[in-house]
């Protein structure tokens, strides 16, 4: 099991991953992990946390600034799960009604096209980076991660199956179990609890390697993906954390 230390005692450690509903957070604390579900990402302030992993592109590219932290973290991860990473909307595109417009202004602007998993998380997206350019101490607090690079990294080596299937959902809490305790069933009641449609029993396990990410990269880690132009232009930074 992993050693705390003294420094990390009694902190909180959050992990947040988007569902249906909202966004799901797993708040870690000393051993112990807390599930629970809120519908506004600004209702983490309710949360006392000290560090907040979110698995959202944080920093937007537009017609003045590329964000190219995405290139490097496909670098970062094996074969089989770079297609795991996209490259989320320029911020003019956030704002179009639809997809086809949405789509041709990302074309017009940055040259290449939006697919359509990363439209669909667009408002959610939008709402993480507004939240931020709101709020500078959360722009010091949540930073923007990736679950299977973290799951790699606590593995040091690739994982065999994807998160989708029982073979890797399973195969992801036994790597969590190197570190913290949480069973597939405290998962799987979870998701029950927030009726599946809500949150996902693979985002869940996110949320929760998010959590565990967060306070390891404060004790141990300070690994970090950054680009030249630093912050974007809403001056949040390009910074994906793991």
């Known amino acids: 099991m992993f050693n705390f230390g003294v420094l990390?005692?009694?902190?909180?450690?959050?992990g947040i991953d988007g569902c249906k509903y909202g966004w799901i957070c797993a708040q870690l604390k000393n051993?112990?992990?807390?599930?629970?579900?809120?519908?506004?990402?600004?209702?983490?302030?309710?949360?006392?946390?000290?560090?907040?992993?979110?698995?959202?592109?944080?920093?937007?590219?537009?017609?003045?600034?590329?964000?190219?932290?995405d290139?490097?973290?496909?670098?970062?991860?094996?074969?089989?799960?770079?297609?795991?990473?996209?490259?989320?909307?320029?911020?003019?595109?956030l704002e179009a009604p639809t997809y086809q417009l949405g789509n041709q202004i990302n074309k017009s602007i940055s040259g290449k096209g939006i697919s359509i998993q990363a439209w669909?998380?667009?408002?959610?997206?939008?709402?993480?980076?507004?939240?931020?350019?709101?709020?500078?101490?959360?722009?010091?607090?949540?930073?923007e991660s990736h679950p299977e690079l973290c799951f790699?990294?606590?593995?040091?080596?690739?994982?065999?199956?994807?998160?989708?299937?029982l073979l890797g959902m399973e195969e992801r809490i036994r790597i969590i179990n190197n570190y913290i305790n949480i069973s597939f069933k405290?998962?799987?009641?979870?998701?029950?609890?927030?009726k599946s449609d809500r949150a996902k029993m693979d985002d869940i396990i996110d949320a929760v390697v998010?959590?565990?990410?967060?306070?390891?990269w404060e004790m141990s880690g300070k690994r970090q993906i950054t680009q030249e132009?630093?912050?974007?232009?809403?001056?949040?930074?390009?910074?994906?954390?793991y």
């Open 152 to 165: 790699e990294l606590l593995n040091n080596s690739p994982l065999h199956h994807s998160k989708k299937t």
């Open 186 to 194: 405290e998962i799987k009641d979870f998701a029950k609890e927030c």
């Open 229 to 241: 132009i630093g912050k974007d232009t809403l001056k949040i930074p390009f910074n994906i954390k």
């Open 210 to 216: 998010l959590s565990l990410s967060a306070m390891r």
């Open 120 to 143: 669909n998380i667009g408002h959610k997206i939008k709402e993480v980076n507004q939240f931020l350019s709101q709020s500078h101490l959360y722009q010091k607090k949540m930073s």
């Open 8 to 14: 990390l005692l009694n902190k909180m450690y959050l």
């Open 31 to 69: 051993e112990a992990i807390s599930l629970k579900l809120i519908k506004h990402i600004n209702e983490v302030k309710n949360l006392n946390s000290k560090l907040i992993f979110i698995d959202i592109p944080i920093g937007l590219g537009d017609q003045f600034n590329t964000r190219t932290v």
């Open 71 to 93: 290139f490097k973290l496909r670098k970062l991860l094996s074969k089989k799960r770079k297609s795991s990473v996209f490259t989320p909307p320029i911020r003019e595109a």
